[in-house]
């Protein structure tokens, strides 16, 4: 029984094992040459500075330094002994970026990333981030970029002069990311009485009012919406 396991075994490991295991070590010998002769598919970053020296140095120097051409054009060997023989394909449809992007719980704090369904839909990425300088487009200066309705509304109204930022102290991240930072509101009456107490020495054409009674038992914007103040 012994002699035919042993046997066996001998049989079966003359079957199993490649002739030239062991030549080298722990290894199959003719693997070296089975890899050296597979087609080189990937060309490395480096030689894209002979034809796009432009874009290798727009790419350098902001955030996706780190990412390789290839990873988002494909193997380029071919394209780069023959740039006519393949056309390399750029991913400019819009659900190629989230695959690094999309927001996972798992992916590290502090990596960019968005949810997709909501981050500004319909559009392709690359309509508003360059995809080989990617930045946050060019942040809006006037609150009315994104609060247009209160801005029109105010405009006609007797706070037209008001600036937003005198109720409003706005901390410049918000015009980023505008739901992580968020803008002061008044809290106080006396705020409001800052410009219409009668005690304050505002000018006489800001109406006046005794802050003590006039409404006394609520804030100033449950009678008066701050943006469309009005006195019927
Ligand atoms: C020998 C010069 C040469 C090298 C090296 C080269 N390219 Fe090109 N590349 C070209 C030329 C020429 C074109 C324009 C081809 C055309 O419009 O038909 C081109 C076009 C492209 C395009 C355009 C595709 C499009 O949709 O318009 C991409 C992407 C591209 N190359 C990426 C790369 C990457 C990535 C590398 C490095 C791995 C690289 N190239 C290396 C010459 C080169
Ligand atoms: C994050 C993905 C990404 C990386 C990394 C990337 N590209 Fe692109 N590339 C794109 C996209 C998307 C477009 C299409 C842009 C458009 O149509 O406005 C593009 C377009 C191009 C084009 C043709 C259009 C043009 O702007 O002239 C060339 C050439 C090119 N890339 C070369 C490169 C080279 C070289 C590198 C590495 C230095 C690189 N790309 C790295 C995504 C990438
Ligand atoms: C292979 C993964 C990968 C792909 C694909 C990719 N990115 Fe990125 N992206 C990164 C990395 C890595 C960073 C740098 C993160 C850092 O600096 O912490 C980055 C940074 C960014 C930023 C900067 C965000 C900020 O903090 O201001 C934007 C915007 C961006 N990418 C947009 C895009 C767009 C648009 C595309 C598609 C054309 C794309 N990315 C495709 C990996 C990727
Ligand atoms: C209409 C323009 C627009 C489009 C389209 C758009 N973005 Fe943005 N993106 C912005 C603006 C503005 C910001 C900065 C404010 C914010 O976070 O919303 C931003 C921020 C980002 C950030 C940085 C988020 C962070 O927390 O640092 C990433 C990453 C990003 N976009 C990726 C994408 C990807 C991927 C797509 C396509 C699926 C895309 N964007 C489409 C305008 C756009
Ligand atoms: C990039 C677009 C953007 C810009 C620019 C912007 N905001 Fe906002 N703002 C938002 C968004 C988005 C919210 C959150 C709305 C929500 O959560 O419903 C917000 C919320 C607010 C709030 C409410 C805060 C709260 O606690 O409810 C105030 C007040 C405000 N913004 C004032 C301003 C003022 C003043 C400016 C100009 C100095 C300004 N915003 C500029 C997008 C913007
Ligand atoms: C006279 C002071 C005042 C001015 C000027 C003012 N706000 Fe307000 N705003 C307020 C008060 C008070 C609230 C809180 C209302 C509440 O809690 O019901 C508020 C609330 C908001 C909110 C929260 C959402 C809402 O509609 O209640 C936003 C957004 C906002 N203001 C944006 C603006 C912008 C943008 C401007 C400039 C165009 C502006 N505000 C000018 C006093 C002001
Ligand atoms: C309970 C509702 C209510 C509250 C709360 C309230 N008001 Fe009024 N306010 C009115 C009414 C009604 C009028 C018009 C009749 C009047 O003049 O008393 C008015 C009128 C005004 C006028 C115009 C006065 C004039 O002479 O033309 C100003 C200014 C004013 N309020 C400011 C404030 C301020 C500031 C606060 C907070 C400290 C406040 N209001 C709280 C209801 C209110
Ligand atoms: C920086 C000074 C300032 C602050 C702060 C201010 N206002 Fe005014 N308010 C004005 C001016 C200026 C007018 C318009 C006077 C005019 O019509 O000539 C006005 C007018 C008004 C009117 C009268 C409208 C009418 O029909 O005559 C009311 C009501 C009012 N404000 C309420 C408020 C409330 C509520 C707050 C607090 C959220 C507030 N104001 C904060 C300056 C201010």
């Not at 970026?97 to 500004?120: D, K, M, W």
């Not at 219409?196 to 003590?212: C, G, L, Q, R, V």
Request: net charge negative.
């Amino acid at each position: 029984m012994l002699i035919f396991l042993v046997t066996a075994f001998i049989f079966m490991r003359s079957i199993l094992v490649p002739p030239d295991f062991g030549k080298y070590g722990h290894y199959r010998a003719s693997a070296i040459d089975e890899i050296i002769s597979q087609e080189i598919k990937y060309a490395g970053h480096t030689v894209c500075y002979d034809c796009h020296d432009d874009i290798v140095d727009l790419k350098k120097t902001g955030y996706h330094k780190n990412v390789a051409c290839e990873v988002c054009h494909g193997p380029a060997a071919l394209h780069t002994d023959d740039p006519g023989e393949l056309k390399l394909q750029a991913p400019r449809e819009r659900g190629y970026c989230p695959l690094c992007h999309e927001y996972i719980s798992s992916r590290p704090t502090g990596f960019p990333q968005i949810v997709s369904a909501s981050h500004n839909p319909m559009k392709p990425c690359i309509s508003c981030h360059e995809p080989h300088d990617p930045k946050p487009p060019q942040t809006p200066k006037e609150c009315d970029a994104c609060h247009a309705e209160i801005s029109r509304t105010k405009s006609l109204s007797h706070h037209v002069y008001v600036d937003c930022i005198e109720c409003h102290q706005t901390p410049n991240e918000h015009k980023i990311k505008p739901r992580e930072y968020l803008p002061s509101k008044p809290t106080t009456r006396e705020f409001c009485g800052n410009c219409h107490s009668k005690d304050s020495t505002t000018p006489e054409e800001i109406p006046k009012i005794d802050i003590n009674s006039h409404g006394e038992r609520y804030m100033c914007w449950q009678c008066h919406y701050p943006h469309l103040p009005e006195a019927q």
